[in-house]
């Protein structure tokens, strides 16, 4: 590797850095940290700024890293301050909006799962989160969904209808976690947190866990721009980064 102000490291968050929608376990928090002593490290997820901080340990810890990308990057952060923020109220408008908001809750309510709960659409200022069991699920009902999904293909089935039905409307597609799908214009993949950084650095690796085609690191996994890294846990990422920077 090159030298350390050369390098960005950026990270997937759920899946990488913590188990999925699990909390950063304190020896994860501080091996992170011995790695920001080696290089300049960032954050990209899928998820807004809250739901991240949560992940992380709190926003306290969370603007320790120099680069937060909420919500793809949609919403950046850079050393704790918010250096941009994207609408896709702005870009879709809301007839459209509307159209693609109805056709999902329609498509919902003909799904029979083990269970629905509720929040079946979240909206944020960069994309739109749809969870077929629904957010409000408790952990236990979260797993049984991952587990079911796994057999049945909700989400896949379920995101191939919507590319049939919204194929004009430059919308792109992206499976996460373990029971939602993000929605948000072509472009608004977390490649789009490069925008920030592709200038300042030689060198960007990413790791992320979602890297096969339809996973919500595939873009940025396989950008030009990035080194991309395959991780299967963070047990797997901490195994990684410590053969790369010799820790």
């Not at 709960?117 to 960069?126: L, Q």
């Not at 947190?193 to 990413?206: G, T």
């Amino acid at each position: 590797m090159t030298d350390k102000k050369d390098i960005l490291l950026l990270f997937d968050v759920d899946g990488t850095l913590t188990a999925p929608r699990k909390v950063i376990t304190p020896d994860m928090k501080d091996f992170m940290m011995g790695v920001k002593k080696k290089t300049t490290v960032g954050l990209v997820g899928g998820s807004d700024l809250k739901k991240i901080a949560e992940q992380m340990g709190g926003m306290e810890d969370l603007m320790k890293f120099e680069y937060v990308f909420s919500e793809n990057g949609l919403v950046a952060h850079k050393n704790g301050e918010k250096v941009a923020e994207e609408s896709i109220q702005h870009y879709m408008g809301e007839e459209k909006l509307q159209r693609f908001i109805n056709f999902a809750l329609k498509y919902m309510s003909e799904i029979t799962l083990p269970v629905k709960r509720g929040v079946f659409i979240e909206f944020r200022s960069g994309l739109i989160n749809v969870c077929p069991v629904g957010r409000s699920c408790s952990q236990a009902e979260r797993d049984q969904f991952g587990e079911y999904d796994k057999v049945h293909n909700i989400r896949k089935k379920f995101v191939e209808v919507l590319q049939k039905e919204f194929e004009d409307s430059g919308l792109a597609f992206s499976i996460g976690g373990q029971i939602s799908f993000d929605v948000f214009p072509k472009g608004w993949d977390k490649t789009y947190c490069l925008r920030f950084v592709e200038n300042e650095f030689k060198e960007i690796h990413f790791f992320g866990d979602k890297t096969a085609p339809g996973g919500n690191d595939h873009e940025i996994y396989e950008d030009p721009r990035t080194h991309g890294h395959h991780v299967t846990s963070p047990e797997d990422t901490k195994a990684q980064l410590q053969e790369l920077l010799g820790l």
